[in-house]
């Protein structure tokens, strides 16, 4: 680390600028408890609904919970190997990518990470201000937003800090109180858990996947403070699929037993009537802003691949005040399709990184440098695979979905029930990344007797 940032941040923090070298102080249990923080989400119970009929009609019990676990599992993997990269190179997320694609080139997925992250900074922020609503009894929505946002900011100025007190203090809380809510929910009058079928399990499976893949661009932006490979890829693994299982549970019970009608107000209620259930509530609505914390923090450190010494202090600062700003202002909501599709880009962008850097020998020279050169090329998988998964699943923004409805007219596709866009964008982009590697290392082969 610099002289000058020793003298400015602690030891154990992260330095102020990209090109200070990263403290290694993030145990196995403090990444266990970023990642099960992480895993945990208001969002998820409400997103249980789809899981649970995702065509509209419902699955049995059994089916959405083997979707949830299936979906974890897989989603899960991607997340782990960027954050085992990480730990690998001591490098964020999108620096990593210089890499991959080179330094200019990691521009174009830094930009869509950065729209990505504001867009859910500001997400979580609208929905800690309606928890804090049902919660409690003063209408001042603005009031919870500005106190999210001054509090997600000051978290942003310490990070390693925030993860250790995730350590110390807060998985225990939230763990009692999602166990609570389960034993509640699980003594209510339970449907058969085999009662339905499994029309749209594989539609359930991708939007689990979804979830959980949406935090590839942002692991390394912690694991690069792991004290180790190990504990890097065993804490996230660990962490956040054990906790995203448990959080998509809870809202199936809700919706399986005292939810009747769609919203996250209905489920707020039904978590806040469970007897002293306001407690274990209140709990959760404080957890989220680990959620706002990590997009805004993960938003300085996309800047930094950018302007590299920019002070990481001053971004938070910014970055954090305009989050606040947008949950004020935005009617996010009608913004969420628009995330999904952003997300749906990270899908095929983690399976060339994987496959290039770990099965194609890209690791033993892994170039971050500032002028690392451009590899086009690598765009072309990653490309295949963004078409792959929005011809299966073009999403909910109408005129896109549209647009790509006539592709498939054109190519005469109808995408398949058992089609998960998530699994096959995967697939389409790692199997394009090894043959496009395969004929790079053959035509350098080729070129070597004439160098």
């Known amino acids: 680390m610099s002289i000058a940032s020793v003298r400015r941040v602690p030891a154990n923090e992260v330095g102020l600028t990209l090109v200070d070298e990263p403290p290694r102080t993030l145990g196995f249990l403090d990444l266990v408890a970023l990642w099960g923080n992480l895993g945990i989400s208001l969002l998820g119970p409400t997103a249980a609904l789809f899981i649970l009929a995702p065509t509209g009609t419902p699955m049995s019990?059994?089916?959405?919970?083997?979707?949830?676990?299936?979906?974890?599992?897989?989603?899960?993997?991607?997340?782990?190997?960027?954050?085992?990269?990480?730990?690998?190179?001591?490098?964020?997320?999108?620096?990593?990518?210089?890499?991959?694609?080179?330094?200019?080139?990691?521009?174009?997925?830094?930009?869509?990470?950065?729209?990505?992250?504001?867009?859910?900074?500001?997400?979580?922020?609208?929905?800690?201000?309606?928890?804090?609503?049902?919660?409690?009894?003063?209408?001042?929505?603005?009031?919870?937003?500005?106190a999210g946002g001054i509090v997600t900011t000051l978290m942003a100025l310490r990070p390693l800090g925030v993860v250790r007190v995730l350590r110390r203090y807060v998985l225990v809380a939230v763990l009692v109180s999602m166990t609570y809510f389960l034993v509640q929910l699980a003594r209510g009058p339970l449907p058969g858990v085999t009662d339905g079928g499994w029309t749209g399990f594989w539609l359930a499976v991708d939007a689990v996947i979804a979830v959980s893949i949406s935090w590839v661009p942002l692991a390394a932006d912690y694991t690069r403070h792991a004290r180790s490979r190990r504990s890097a890829f065993r804490g996230t693994l660990a962490g956040y699929s054990v906790t995203q299982i448990a959080c998509y549970v809870l809202g199936l019970l809700a919706y399986s037993t005292v939810v009747r009608t769609e919203g996250e107000s209905a489920l707020f209620h039904a978590f806040i009537a469970v007897p002293f259930g306001w407690l274990p509530f209140a709990v959760l609505v404080l957890r989220e802003l680990d959620e706002s914390f990590t997009n805004v923090y993960s938003t300085v450190v996309s800047v930094q691949n950018l302007r590299p010494r920019a002070d990481r202090r001053v971004l938070a600062l910014v970055i954090g005040a305009l989050t606040t700003l947008g949950a004020l202002l935005l009617h996010i909501r009608d913004y969420q399709n628009f995330l999904y599709l952003i997300g749906s880009v990270f899908v095929p962008l983690s399976a060339v990184f994987i496959v290039?850097?770990?099965?194609?020998?890209?690791?033993?020279?892994?170039?971050?440098?500032?002028?690392?050169?451009?590899?086009?090329?690598?765009?072309?998988?990653?490309?295949?695979?963004?078409?792959?998964?929005?011809?299966?699943?073009?999403?909910?923004?109408?005129?896109?979905?549209?647009?790509?409805?006539?592709?498939?007219?054109?190519?005469?596709?109808?995408?398949?029930?058992?089609?998960?866009?998530?699994a096959l964008s995967f697939l389409v982009a790692a199997v394009l990344t090894v043959i496009v590697g395969t004929w790079r290392w053959t035509v350098s082969r080729r070129l070597e007797p004439h160098l």
């Open 356 to 422: 290039e850097y770990f099965l194609l020998g890209g690791r033993r020279s892994w170039n971050t440098s500032q002028r690392a050169p451009s590899r086009w090329w690598m765009l072309l998988p990653w490309a295949a695979g963004f078409v792959a998964y929005q011809l299966i699943n073009p999403g909910g923004i109408a005129r896109w979905a549209s647009a790509w409805t006539r592709v498939q007219g054109w190519l005469h596709f109808v995408p398949q029930s058992w089609m998960s866009a998530s």
């Open 61 to 146: 019990l059994f089916a959405a919970f083997v979707a949830v676990l299936i979906g974890s599992l897989i989603g899960v993997l991607p997340v782990a190997a960027m954050a085992l990269a990480g730990a690998e190179t001591g490098q964020p997320s999108m620096v990593l990518l210089r890499g991959l694609f080179g330094a200019r080139l990691s521009f174009l997925p830094t930009v869509l990470n950065l729209i990505q992250c504001v867009g859910w900074g500001i997400f979580e922020l609208v929905v800690i201000a309606s928890a804090a609503s049902e919660l409690l009894p003063w209408d001042t929505r603005w009031c919870y937003v500005l």
